[in-house]
């Protein structure tokens, strides 16, 4: 499906680094893409839309930006995909109780999602693929596991049946999240799963395919009127849009048991290879006093009233960067003070009139020492807050010359995608 505008990014002098990134599967860094390609592969779970993105959904995106704008300044050709869950429980849920059509439901939130992400400054996915425009695909999918003993049907009265993963043909299940039998059991009802449906193999056993009931959505299929489950959407999708194995699987932290421990043995079992995915990423909980906010809860700071009260999109996306990206992290209203502010100071200190005709960088080695500093802080892990404290002291030390403007606006522009007033 259409996807949004591509903002523009700056190119700089020299060469930026591959970051390395911390794997939760492993809880270590490692390299964020094969050192010998020419390109670099991401999936991003997308958002269920039924809700304007609040700021743990920017934040979320947002990490990820840093690392495909890190990949570019490397030299990298980026394919990015990234999935809308417009098939979903509390989406149908949402759109029984307001009486609205699901579809429009969700075309009208993945709209304002796109101008969100657009007003962000967020690289678009090349591959921004609906549930609703793949639910064939996803059902083959599903053939194919049970084709090869990955995948059972569990009869449903009236209809059916429905059909679920087998996860004791996958000998390397749960070394995403390394949790206990207890610990596993327990988010997986928490989180979308159904751990007491009579007829299953084993409580944990994920839904592939949910046989046409009154009411619902449902797609003709090879495996019979009906509509996809959860996790295998972001197996299919990774694998058709991606191929195997990719570096980036991404997503908040809430995402790593089930959904991405399911969605990648789904991986495994579809096409036989043992490790599909590069390294696991999984950014902090954003919360509002403490609690995390969540569409469930309606604890919501949306980006579009934030805009709407007047607040610059950059000022929005220089203070999500501003902490770490593995933090969990409250949204305070100081947090956008403090980031107005330095955007201010920037904008002032960095003011672009005279770099016109001007070699980027030329004579001011102090420029250039910034760009390789927010550079390497921008490859270990993702150190947005150690690249902003870069530019924070070049602006601070003095007036700038004019090439040196040019460079690190351009830094400012390409690294943390922040454009200057
Ligand atoms: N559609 C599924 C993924 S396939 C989903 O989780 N959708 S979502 O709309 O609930 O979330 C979209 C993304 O935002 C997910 O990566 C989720 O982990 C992340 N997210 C949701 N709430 C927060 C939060 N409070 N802080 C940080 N990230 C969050
Ligand atoms: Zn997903």
Redesign the pocket.
Known sequence: MRSWPRPEIPLLPGKGQIPAIHDSALGEKVASAQPDATTATIY?????PYDAA?M??A??YLAFDLLIRAWIDAGRQVTYAQ?V?DV?DPLLERAEQTGQDWRELAEEQTEVFRREMASLHLVPPDHYVAVADIAEQIAQAGLVLQESGWAYPVPVDDAGPDLYADLSADQLFGQVAHLDAKTMDELFAERGGDPDRVGKRHRLDPLLWRARRPGEPWWDSPLGQGRPG?HI??SVIAASRLGVPFDIQG?????FFP?HEMSISHLRGLTGVASPVGAHVH?????LDGT????SLGNLVLVSDLVAAGSPPAAIRLALISQHYRLDRDWTDTLLAEATQRLAAWSEGLAAASDEGVDVGEGDPQAVATLERMRTALADDLDSPAAIAAVDEYVASGPPTPGGVALVRGAIGGLLGVELG
């Open positions: 991003v779970c997308g958002i269920t609040h743990g959904h934040a979320t999935c869950t979903d959860w959407e972001c997503g908040g932290k809430d995402l959904h950014t902090g909980v954003i919360g995390k906010m969540s569409k």
